[in-house]
Nanobody, 123 residues
Framework: QVQLVESGGGLVQAGGSLRLSCASSGPISAYDMAWFRQPPGKEREFVAAFRRNNVKYYEDSVKGRFTISRDSAKRTVDLQMNGLKFEDTGLYYC??????????????????WGQGTQVTVSS
């Protein structure tokens, strides 16, 4: 069993930066790790993933602005977000699971979820 706790959310102006962190209660080396977000009134959506084989994936809308990193020794997965836009607003979740590429963006692929951290970008 793994418990995930996100932190680092907040209110930021458009163009600003935030760094989200996800801390795990257990080892993460066996899992593919991902960040999702849920904009107000919308479904939860994929943002980025960092697989066990050290390959990273990003949703097109965040490429070039967001960077995912993981530190298995520290049991953390971070999301550096630069050039934030109003449409990046949402509740951001960390997730752990095991996926193939065709299932990477599906929420039911992931075994464990954090409680979320709110990111609000003012325009």
């Amino acid at each position: 069993q793994v418990q995930l706790v996100e932190s680092g959310g907040g209110l930021v102006q458009a163009g600003g930066s935030l760094r989200l962190s996800c801390a795990s209660s257990g080892p993460i080396s066996a899992y593919d790790m991902a960040w999702f977000r849920q904009p107000p009134g919308k479904e939860r959506e994929f943002v980025a993933a960092f697989r066990r084989n050290n390959v990273k994936y990003y949703e097109d809308s965040v490429k070039g602005r967001f960077t995912i990193s993981r530190d298995s020794a520290k049991r953390t997965v971070d999301l550096q977000m630069n050039g934030l836009k109003f449409e990046d607003t949402g509740l951001y979740y960390c997730a752990a699971g095991s996926f193939i590429l065709s299932t990477m963006k599906l929420t039911n692929t992931y075994y464990y979820w954090g409680q979320g951290t709110q990111v609000t970008v003012s325009s």
